[in-house]
């Protein structure tokens, strides 16, 4: 644990201007960034008495062991570079908002010739309309269901959309009504995108007028005596009306907005944002996060609209963004709006609503958020103090010098010997870090047992981390590839290597790594059979108690290592076999048979596939499908065990 005194700049050194800053640990790795209207003021506050820090910022300055700035001209721009760097580093110690799932919107693909309703996840892409997000997808399936009656634009897969074409027949939508059917050409490009549009525009909010034109065309068939054509126009009504009743008006104007508010104690904060489209409750989503200092109100929602615009892009900025706060600082705040006016490219009311529906609205927001906080500390169990409790546990067990704020784990997975390969897993701050997960192919003699596989997956591990510790980079930006931009693979050493297994597994780990020069690196194995941690070149291992928080956290790492190990197995077999039972069909070369597992991800789906799904994969028609079923047809799968574990895989 570091000294903050050892690395503070001299005094006077430190200038009085606006700017940024960042913490950087003793491998110069970026743990903390973040922005000032004066540095010498702000970066004052962290060289003060430890015991008067908050618990997380006292973490970060005793972690710490540099710390560096840039001075900025304004506002705008410290708050522009702040949040770069937090993009480009991911410091561990700043804020970052999670929620526990990727919440799903309605979208229509008017980027495509024939456009496509659709539910979606995930990242957004270019020319691609959102609504939402939604809490559940069957919410809008509900109401795609009712829309389609009234605005029957295409929502088939690509595939499906090709071979109706081919086979010059709709699929069931068409025949029901629910689809106009262009790929049998009942409507033209044209004519399609144009329902597309009014279904978008549908989606917008503009519901009056379009209600109002189709009870005039009602009536108008009436009259005609057409009551068929009535009757059905009626039916459009009572589905678009059902469609509408699913989102109640909350805000009598029409208004566009987010709704943003929070709940927040001494360690953490929960957000929760209500989406406003039309005067209505389009989706609902919320977050948590751990706070890394004592910040107010206002700076809370600053970092969280970052954030949250900086990930969605300025398209999903709306026009009006009601907080519960704005920074005390009217430059701050200032230079907020200017930067959310930016990156929508056009006009943005960010302000604190005072009166009225929208003050209501944002009661109900805010009784959300306190309500998502209670459930998650009581889910979590004051998981903050436990995490803390554990790796000071296992620091004083395995007598480190400072608690183990990376711990790496590796485990081997085999078959008989066969498709041998190795697994790292990285947890920071007892949390896993799974954009730091590795899988290994061990091959030739080192595949033979565990230990030598274990000896050649932490021999490459290493010899990457020394490879990118030699190589040229730019001081400031350390772990990050100068040519690329992008950070290095393996750069970051651990302070805790775990391996899965006893003595003989943690001494080959022992000597890959002080042949790789890593020699101050503590590493452990531990034992299945009775949970017990071993050093290495030690008769005797370390006996955590069975209740014991660091006991717990090394399994839990442990476990992860063996399902990521057995994962990777798995989808190599699946290969594998899939390869060799298929060797025999005319025509499937590698490609086509990597295409088959990336549609499919195992064996067993690809056997349970009919050749109509196979048909659909690309490069396949109706005979190399046909070919492929009947290969697999005439090798029946039998059941794979892991003869080293007993263990029965599935095919």
């Given at each position: ?45 962290y ?141 033209d ?32 068939a ?193 078959l ?19 954009s ?23 021999s490459r ?19 990050i ?53 071993w ?8 006996i ?11 399994q ?13 197995h ?22 086509r048979?990597k ?46 065990v892991n003869?080293?574990?007993g263990?029965?895989?599935?095919s």
């Amino acid at each position: 644990m570091a000294d903050p005194s050892t690395y503070r700049p001299a005094p006077g050194s430190i200038p009085v201007e606006p700017g940024v800053y960042r913490f950087s640990d003793s491998r110069g790795r970026v743990i903390y960034v973040g922005k000032a209207k004066s540095l010498r003021a702000r970066l004052s506050s962290y060289f003060q008495d430890l015991a008067a820090l908050h618990p997380r910022t006292l973490a970060m300055v005793t972690t710490a062991a540099k710390v560096e700035w840039t001075v900025v001209r304004t506002e705008v721009e410290a708050l522009q570079l702040e949040y770069s760097w937090i993009k480009e580093f991911d410091p561990r110690f700043n804020v970052r908002y999670r929620d526990d799932k990727s919440y799903p919107y309605l979208a229509v693909t008017l980027n495509e010739e024939y456009p496509r309703a659709m539910v979606m996840r995930g990242a957004k892409k270019r020319g691609v309309r959102y609504f939402g997000p939604y809490a559940h997808a069957w919410a809008i399936r509900e109401t795609l269901d009712q829309l389609l009656r009234v605005f029957p634009v295409r929502s088939c897969s690509k595939g499906v959309f090709n071979r109706s074409r081919q086979i010059g027949r709709p699929c069931l939508l068409g025949y029901i009504g629910k689809c106009s059917a262009p790929c049998v050409g009942r409507v033209d490009a044209d004519e399609h995108r144009d329902i597309a549009d009014d279904l978008v525009a549908f989606l917008e909010g503009r519901t009056t007028g379009y209600v109002r034109r189709l009870e005039r065309e009602m009536k108008a068939a009436a009259a005609e005596l057409d009551f068929e054509r009535a009757a059905r126009l009626r039916d459009d009504i009572a589905a678009l009306e059902r469609a509408m009743e699913a989102n109640a008006v909350v805000l009598g104007d029409g208004t566009d907005a987010d709704v943003v508010a929070l709940a927040d104690d001494p360690l953490e904060v929960a957000v929760q944002v209500f989406y406003v489209r039309g005067g209505r409750i389009r989706g609902q989503r919320g977050w948590v996060a751990d706070k890394a200092d004592d910040a107010p109100a206002g700076e809370l929602v600053e970092r969280f609209l970052l954030q949250l615009y900086g990930e969605l892009g300025g398209e999903a900025v709306p026009r009006e963004i009601l907080v519960p706060a704005l920074p005390d600082d009217p430059d701050e705040a200032q230079a907020l709006h200017e930067l959310l006016t930016e990156l929508k490219g056009g006009r943005v009311d960010l302000r604190v609503p005072q009166r009225g529906d929208k003050r209501a609205l944002m009661q109900t927001v805010a009784a959300n958020a306190a309500q998502a906080l209670n459930l998650h500390k009581t889910k979590r169990a004051s998981d903050l103090t436990t995490r803390s409790r554990a790796l000071g546990e296992i620091q004083d067990a395995l007598e480190l010098d400072e608690p183990p704020l990376r711990i790496e784990c590796y485990d081997i997975s085999n078959l008989a010997g066969t498709e041998v390969v190795g697994s790292m897993v990285v947890f920071e701050d007892g949390l896993p870090r799974k954009s730091e997960y590795r899988k290994f192919t061990v091959r030739g003699e080192q595949g033979t047992d565990d230990v030598a596989a274990i000896r050649e997956v932490l021999s490459r591990r290493f010899r990457r981390l020394q490879e990118a510790e030699e190589a040229p980079a730019d001081p400031g930006r350390p772990g990050i590839d100068p040519e690329t931009g992008r950070p290095r693979k393996f750069a970051y050493a651990p302070g805790l290597v775990v391996v899965d297994g006893g003595q003989p597994q943690v001494n080959a780990a022992r000597q890959a790594m002080d042949e790789a020069g890593m020699s101050d690196i503590p590493v452990v194995g531990l034992a299945k059979r009775l949970e017990e941690v071993w050093p290495p070149d030690s008769d005797h291992p370390v006996i955590m108690p069975r209740t014991s928080e660091g006991l717990y956290l090394l399994q839990r790492v442990r476990d992860e290592a063996h399902r990521f190990a057995i994962t990777f197995h798995r989808q190599r077999r699946s290969t594998s076999m899939v390869d060799s039972l298929l060797d025999g069909v005319p025509g499937l070369g590698p490609a086509r048979r990597k295409a088959l597992m990336t549609r499919f991800g195992s064996l067993k789906r690809l056997r349970a596939a009919t050749m109509e799904q196979i048909a659909e994969v690309p490069g396949f028609g109706p005979a190399t499908a046909q070919a492929v079923v009947d290969a697999l047809a005439a090798r029946p799968a039998a059941p794979a065990v892991n003869t080293a574990t007993g263990e029965v895989l599935e095919s």
